[in-house]
């Protein structure tokens, strides 16, 4: 490699040759910084990005080899739109969490009170029904007999677990 002092605009600065690696030319430039390529024509086009199929709609992007690496299902979506369509239940079931669509889930032990039973049991809350939690007496979510079931309002359920009062309170 040659240095070269270049007087182009009056100011002199070191350079030096390099070989392009696409066209293999030789080029000078600063020496400041490694470059590769002799112009924006040689450097490579981002060929290494593979065409992938969106996982829920279908529609055709790019992705790069390591972001494709990045999956743990092996599934791509081309937004997050898509892909939390896919999570929701009656997505796509790979990517779904075990317990979803399972009778395990917090309506089944919901549904067994109707609205007017959706009253807290500590403070009498019933304004809005969403605002009513059901607690596991026993503490064991599997347990989903009524009789270990109780409504309370989200305030005294977070009091409760969090130490503040106890169920034997509201007997």
């Not at 293999?24 to 600063?30: N, Q, R």
């Not at 029904?129 to 979510?141: G, K, T």
Request: aromatic share 8%; charged share 25%.
């Amino acid at each position: 490699m040659t240095r070269l002092t270049i007087m182009e605009s009056g100011y002199r600065r070191s350079a030096k040759y390099s070989i392009c690696q696409t066209c293999e030319k030789k080029f000078l430039h600063s020496k400041r910084r490694v470059q590769r390529y002799c112009s924006r024509d040689c450097v490579p086009k981002q060929s290494a990005n593979l065409n992938v199929e969106c996982s829920q709609c279908g529609k055709v992007f790019h992705k790069s080899p390591s972001s494709m690496k990045q999956s743990k299902s092996g599934l791509f979506f081309c937004s997050r739109k898509c892909k939390d369509e896919a999570q929701r239940i009656g997505g796509i079931e790979e990517i779904m969490p075990p317990h979803y669509g399972t009778s395990d889930g917090l309506t089944v032990y919901r549904n067994k009170f109707s609205d007017s039973e959706l009253i807290c049991s500590r403070c009498q809350y019933s304004e809005f029904l969403c605002s009513v939690h059901i607690h596991h007496i026993d503490n064991n979510r599997t347990h989903n007999d009524k009789s270990n079931l109780i409504p309370l309002c989200s305030n005294c359920h977070r009091a409760l677990h969090l130490g503040h009062w106890d169920l034997k309170d509201i007997e």
